[in-house]
């Protein structure tokens, strides 16, 4: 058998304006991977920050953060649905789902060319992110999820106390 990847995906708000949440699902199950986390968040700017760092010290970051934070939708669209998928091949095989990140650019077929756009500021609606490769899955899903988020233990972890209460946390 080969080797497992995982790899995060993160269901925009766009995703959730435009009631496309299931659509998607349905799509990424012809990945043939398997969920083991799964939560809903409301992006602080400290997340943002950290899950677009190369991109923060850019003139347009503030327009990000605002379409990723769902901060430009009104209180209701702020959160995005992240999940962590298990599988072989899992970040190649949810990326030639999702499409290129260029909603424009992204074949018609594609999650992204399918349902893509590209609003005021040049920001992209792409509905979906997914992580590029092995290594960057690895820090998205430790920056989004701690390790009793997930149902099997995938990297290395320690447990630590924390306020007289023992949790497991990233080595």
Known sequence: MAQQEYTLVILKPDCIVKSL????LTRLSEAHL????CKVVKVSRELAEKHYSHLVNKPFFEDLYGYFSGKIYGADYERVIA???KGEDACGRVRRIAGATNPFEADPTTIRG???RIIQNNVMENVIH???SPESAEQEIK???LPDEIVED???VRS???NAVERRRWV
């Open 160 to 162: 630590v106390v924390e």
């Open 143 to 145: 920056n989004w999820f």
């Open 21 to 24: 949440t299931g659509n998607i």
């Open 83 to 85: 999940f962590v998928y």
């Open 154 to 156: 995938i990297y290395p």
């Open 114 to 116: 399918a349902y893509g």
């Open 130 to 132: 997914s992580s590029d």
């Open 34 to 37: 398997r969920i083991i986390g």
